[in-house]
């Protein structure tokens, strides 16, 4: 019963690997992993196991009867030719690195911070007018910025070592900072206000974290010159990183007294000079990168790391529209073009993925062009970010239209009224109380899938007190008109309510004794344009930015290709033009302004989806004609059908 069959046996013998065939095979193949206190950045010599040396391995010899040997070798070969390429980019006095061709896994967990940032800041922090607008961008170019930072250092010097771990131990603390200060983050400022003043102070505590993590990538880059420093070619760039990332530093530190609580007047100054400071040190190490070849981006995987950033921010686009499904959906009750909205919003993010991962290439380009398209995707994520987060609060848009049209068409549905006749008198006082009754049936229908915590009807007690007014009769027209506004003004506000749209608190003050609602009806149709102007904006400037990213990215192009670019400008140009519609001239006391239709209509995400589907359409026609014309050439060339 001990005797292990023979079949078993043969299976044991296979899969017992050794280093080699003499007096080594009591040691086996596989290695305990340790990680080293410091690692150098440098390639070292190694050899695959496909070079043998002294002694052939059994782990190839038994490799070599397996399927898929072929595709392991094809693999060595490609990527030994990639080396052997990269090798001959560099010149006399530049060294060789060691770069993984793959985001590694410390580098994904680095980006779910930045995830987690982007989406905790975007639950709190609403695009309700120009102000909340540069807030929410004026926040993600210091989270981008300091995220482009980090990962130009990993893609080029990072590797698996106790130091690099406790720098990006070092860098999670960053991002931690920046969730906390997020909330508050805020760069319009009140003088003498309480939330100033809490913005002013998030805002110094931010500027020290800024400063905390340019300290880091200067320890790093000093640590790379110090590995680096026998190469001549190395020792400036190096050193050009190192104090330009020490330099931003010092800047941000300097930054937090213009945040000081007790002079709110230089804020708006040291906001400034935080963009700046991005700025410069981007335009800086770029550009020291780009005078040799060892520290440009070409063969890391930058490309790699920039596209799973881009699928991230996607990601928060479908959070967004999935959270704007739940609102729409909280009465579980969704109309055709709800459902269409909810339709063009997939599309939308779906054919902006195949737009860029189609278009994508990993072979080499010039190091200016590489980080032009590096670069590049900044605003190109801005954009995306702002045509997400459009699109779902559009979505709810729609969603209220729907509730609050019925409520509107029963409202100026007035029955003919004499100012000069009794009320009471028939058929005019049959028809008034049929009015109001019709009236009240459709109020409490709209507000019935929205019950409050107590089972009680959500209808806002303004409506209720005006729809009593008006029971009993009356027989004054303008009291009768101005109660009608009352309920409409105050529906379309309680309606709002029901999904966490409410009008800006600054602009309410002024209207404090004002209980009709037309002025809150006014605040909240203007969040509303101002999503829409940043909407089309946002979908036009994002295909422009995917047809840069085209020109830039794509080694080979076509002189049909072109035509496809110009297309696209087109059709992009075309979309922001459609922000235009919100100009104060074309819709200043005209109630039949295009813009009024247009955003009251369920074309505005579709109009999107059908612009992107013709340029997926456009590009897929071209590609085929390219295709097929080359396969006739290589036909006639060889003389053979293809």
Not at 182 to 205: H, K, M, R, S, Y
Not at 568 to 593: E, F, K, T, V
Request: net charge negative; proline share 4%.
């Amino acid at each position: 019963m001990g005797i292990i069959p023979e079949a078993l046996k043969r299976i044991t013998s296979v899969q017992q690997v050794f280093i080699t065939e003499k007096d080594e095979t009591s040691f086996p193949h596989r290695k305990p992993k340790y990680t080293p206190l410091i690692k150098s950045p440098l390639k070292q010599n190694k050899h695959h196991h496909r070079h043998l040396g002294h002694g052939k391995t059994l782990f190839a010899s038994v490799n070599a009867t397996h399927e898929g040997t072929d595709t392991q070798q094809e693999a060595l070969d490609e990527e030994e030719d990639e080396e052997e390429r990269e090798i001959e980019l560099l010149e006399d006095g530049e060294p060789e690195l060691h770069r993984a061709r793959e985001t590694s896994v410390v580098q994904l967990f680095y980006d779910l911070f930045f995830v987690a940032n982007l989406t905790t800041f975007t639950s709190v922090h609403e695009i309700s007018d120009t102000d909340s607008l540069r807030s929410y961008i004026g926040f993600f170019v210091i989270l981008w910025g300091t995220w482009f930072q980090v990962a130009k250092y990993d893609v080029r010097f990072g590797n698996d070592s106790a130091f690099e771990r406790i720098c990006k131990a070092l860098q999670f603390g960053v991002m931690v900072g920046f969730a906390i200060t997020g909330p508050n983050f805020d760069v319009t400022f009140e003088t003498d206000t309480p939330a100033a003043i809490l913005a002013l102070q998030t805002d110094q505590t931010l500027t020290l974290i800024l400063m905390a993590s340019r300290l880091i990538l200067t320890v790093q880059y000093l640590s790379v010159f110090w590995w680096l420093k026998e190469f001549p070619r190395a020792r400036m760039p190096l050193i050009i990183h190192a104090v330009t990332s020490l330099g931003a530093a010092l800047i941000f530190l300097g930054l937090y007294f213009s945040f000081d609580p007790s002079s709110p007047g230089n804020a708006g100054l040291g906001i400034i000079g935080w963009y700046v400071a991005f700025a410069v040190e981007a335009a800086i190490i770029l550009g020291a990168s780009a005078q040799v070849s060892f520290l440009s981006f070409i063969y890391t995987p930058m490309v790699e790391r920039l596209g799973l950033l881009t699928l991230i921010i996607l990601g928060e686009g479908i959070i967004a529209l999935c959270g704007a499904i739940q609102k729409v959906g909280s009465s579980l009750s969704f109309t055709g073009d709800v459902i269409g909205q909810i339709i063009s919003g997939v599309g939308i993010i779906y054919f902006i993925w195949m737009l860029y991962y189609d278009q994508t290439e990993k072979k080499r380009v010039g190091r200016l062009r590489q980080e032009l398209w590096t670069i590049l995707h900044f605003p190109f994520h801005i954009c995306i970010l702002l045509l997400v987060e459009g699109q779902a609060t559009l979505t709810v848009w729609l969603k209220i239209l729907d509730l609050i049209n019925p409520i509107y068409d029963t409202a100026f549905d007035i029955p003919y009224f004499d100012p000069n006749s009794p009320v009471d008198v028939p058929p005019r006082g049959a028809a008034l109380t049929s009015y109001l009754t019709n009236l009240n049936s459709t109020i409490q229908a709209v507000f019935k899938g929205f019950p409050t915590a107590d089972g009680s009807t959500s209808v806002p007690w303004q409506v209720e007190d005006a729809l009593v007014s008006l029971m009993p009769g009356v027989d004054n027209y303008t009291y009768f008109d101005g109660n009608i506004s009352t309920i409409y003004y105050n529906s379309f506000t309680g309606v709002c309510n029901l999904f966490q749209i409410e009008a800006p608190k600054q602009d309410l003050t002024s209207d404090n004794n004002d209980s009709s609602g037309q002025q809150s009806v006014a605040d909240i149709t203007n969040i509303f344009f101002t999503v829409y102007t940043y909407f089309f904006i946002a979908a036009g400037l994002t295909l422009i930015a995917l047809t840069l990213l085209l020109r830039l990215g794509r080694r080979e192009k076509y002189r049909t290709e072109f035509f496809v670019m110009t297309f696209r400008y087109l059709i992009g140009i075309g979309l922001a033009l459609l922000a235009l519609m919100n100009l104060p001239s074309l819709q200043l006391n005209n109630d039949h302004a295009a813009i009024y239709t247009y955003i009251g209509s369920p074309w505005m995400l579709p109009t999107v989806l059908l612009s992107y589907l013709l340029v997926v359409v456009v590009d897929n026609l071209v590609a085929y004609h390219i295709r097929k014309k080359y396969l006739n050439w290589r036909s006639n060339s060889l003389g053979v059908a293809v």
